[in-house]
């Protein structure tokens, strides 16, 4: 009898720096523009992969330039979410935007398929899944929001600010955050220790 495919339920794993740094260099290697941009504003974003692939070109950018800073209304929420795009984010954005193709006002990453629409969810995750191949990993241990979970999750282990991650998700209640986190008990303790009154 053959059994279909394990399929992992729950949170995915986040990106290690290592992982993201081997994604990159893969990336840049095979000349994907369109996937770079992709990888490294879904990171730095920190937003849901339906937010990520419906971004407009005037959301992150002003006068030509990709701004440093955007804020973008989540579609789940309905709440905006502000988030930075870092330096290297902003680099590949600039060489994506050299061979994009599509409405000079439109989606930040267009369908090549759709005209007038922007990349599709299923397709995100795709592409995701065969970054995640590429480097040796377990595709099924990773997800769109081991993306948007990646920069935070490293941020609470660096810092233990868990009310910096909440703004950051864009979460109204600190439970949320805590759960997306998988903050336990004993992370909470080491936290508590660390501390000398």
Known sequence: MNRPPQVIVGAKLPLRPMHVWAIRVRLQIEGRLRDLALFDIALDSKLRGCDVVALRLADILVG?????????????????VQFEIAEQARRSVVEWLKVRRGEA????????????????????FRLLKGWIERIGLEPADYGTHSLRRTKVSLLYRKTGNLRACQLLLGHTKLESTIRYLGVELDDALELSEALEL
């Open 64 to 80: 030509g330039s990709v701004r440093r800073r955007a804020i973008v209304i989540q579609q789940k929420t309905g709440r905006p």
């Open 105 to 124: 006002d439109g989606w930040l990453f267009p369908s090549r398929m759709a005209p007038g629409a922007h990349l599709s969810t299923r397709q995100y």
